[in-house]
């Protein structure tokens, strides 16, 4: 860290900083401000939260005083490794022991060496400060390596050693989309009491019966009528050797995937994080997850055709949802809602010809994204969790990028609660906005006093019972929220 043997409050941010470059440096997904649970209830923020695999890390970063309470957030919030960095220690504690569980208590030059011993970081490893320009080699763990030998070995037992480039290049899709179609239902017709039969899509029925027979698959028939059709999901072992497959794919291409981010740095950031997903709403079992285009029933489900993607910026905005559980807590959900919002827009060429690239490394697959009936409603991209963890811990977000996200949700509060005719429910809504946002009311206020100017709206409404505001022109808010969200998208 910077070499400075005083520190005051005023030094938080300077440290905090620090803290995530060096988290980046040892091959973690760093991130600030990232939302935790507190011991007061609810939900407040820890300092710096590094994720890497199945390692997290928490760091609370403190002026002086009680560590008790910072030390209990840590813990209750489940990461592998708690430091608090006491900028001024009034007396020397070097851990504090919470239900059980150590949380160390540090001084900001004794971070890096804490936590060099606790991953087990080779001495021969350079540290941070003499590294600083160097990127951390992408890691092929030896369990990884050997998951795989211990396939080719089973293949070769049963005589099927020839197969292993095309199972391993199944296991890679099924790894990569999490529920790849392998059947499809063709011939069905209910009203001549027609069954129909299934044809094998995207594997091979000889790779499909070698993915089962090794067990690195779970297959199930889901879906009814003419959405029938049989699905792989990676069981343990064959999320185990994905991620081998995938990681030795990133090493392979190093080179070509540090062109792309020396050059497009800033833009790979923003379309990554804009293209989160997860499969378990309010959990961290993400993936990257990118819109292509909507499908859409042509004949009761027997055909789905590929609709124009929407590029209305308007209607793009308030299509993205942003709830309590809609966003992967490694960035705020003002940032989530902007960097969705300029990846579906002012980079929807870029990141359509990156996802491409990437497809063309068999770092990115094209998949479906399915409703509860398993109808495909989207083609998407789809590109696995430690693609983007090579990337952002390689990249940095954009400047100024937490005022242009406000700023935007702003705007976005606005465009979500016009839609609300109830009084009380825009009401209701327009709160949990601003709160789940992390907005002051403040910059809606501003807005709107700007469109009362204009006569496009009133101004902002206290009144518990009111609603929060009343459109006056309905073509003129949608034109002025329209050129307001197209220059924010522009600012990268």
Do not use: C
């Amino acid at each position: 860290m910077t070499a400075m043997t005083e520190w005051t409050i005023s030094d938080h941010d300077l440290i905090q900083k620090d803290v995530v470059q060096i988290l980046r440096f040892y091959g973690f997904t760093a991130q600030e401000e990232t939302p935790a649970r507190i011991p007061e209830g609810g939900y407040g923020r820890t300092d710096v939260v590094g994720r890497k695999g199945h390692i997290t890390i928490g760091v609370e970063i403190v002026d002086s005083g009680d560590v008790a309470r910072d030390a209990k957030k840590l813990v209750m919030n489940g990461y592998t490794y708690k430091y608090i960095i006491v900028l001024r220690p009034s007396k020397h504690v070097d851990k504090i022991l919470v239900d059980g569980e150590i949380v160390k208590v540090l001084d900001p030059t004794s971070f890096e060496h804490e936590l060099r011993r606790d991953l087990r970081i080779p001495p021969t490893h350079p540290y941070f400060r003499g590294g600083l320009q160097q990127e951390p080699e992408i890691e092929i763990e030896n369990i990884a390596s050997s998951i795989l030998q211990e396939i080719r070995d089973e293949l070769y037992d049963i005589g099927l050693e020839m197969y292993e480039k095309d199972v391993f290049d199944a296991l890679r899709r099924v790894y990569i989309s999490g529920e790849l179609q392998a059947e499809k239902r063709v011939g069905y017709n209910p009203a001549a009491r027609m069954p129909g039969e299934y044809q094998t899509v995207n594997i091979p029925p000889e790779v499909l019966a070698i993915l089962e027979k090794l067990q690195l698959v779970n297959a199930q028939r889901v879906g009814t009528g003419y959405s029938r059709k049989l699905v792989l999901f990676p069981n343990e072992r064959g999320r185990e050797a994905g991620h081998a497959i995938v990681t030795k794919t990133i090493s392979k291409y190093q080179d070509e995937l540090s062109r792309l981010i020396q050059n497009y740095g800033s833009q790979i950031w923003i379309v990554l994080m804009g293209s989160l997903s997860t499969r378990y709403p309010g959990q961290d079992d993400f993936y990257i997850s990118y819109p292509i285009n909507p499908m859409r029933k042509l004949y009761d489900g027997v055909l789905y055709k590929p609709e124009p993607y929407e590029k209305n910026p308007l209607k793009i905005m308030k299509s993205i949802y942003i709830g309590r559980s809609s966003y992967i807590r490694l960035t705020s959900p003002s940032i989530a809602l902007f960097t969705k919002f300029v990846a579906y827009t002012t980079l929807r060429d870029f990141a359509l010809s990156l996802f491409e690239e990437l497809e063309r490394f068999g770092l990115a697959i094209k998949d479906y994204l399915y409703d509860s009936r398993w109808h495909p409603i989207e083609e998407v991209y789809k590109a696995p969790r430690e693609l983007f963890e090579f990337f952002i811990s390689r990249t940095k977000e954009p400047p100024q990028l937490a005022y242009y996200a406000q700023k935007l949700s702003a705007y976005y509060v606005i465009a979500r609660v016009s839609e609300i005719v109830h009084a009380q429910t825009a009401r209701r809504t327009y709160e949990e906005l601003l709160q789940i946002l992390e907005l002051p009311e403040t910059a809606v206020a501003e807005v709107l006093a700007d469109m009362n100017r204009l006569g496009i709206t009133s101004r902002l409404v206290t009144r518990p019972d009111a609603a929060p505001f009343i459109v006056l022109n309905k073509k003129a808010f949608e034109k002025y929220l329209t050129d307001k969200i197209t220059e924010i998208a522009k600012y990268v």
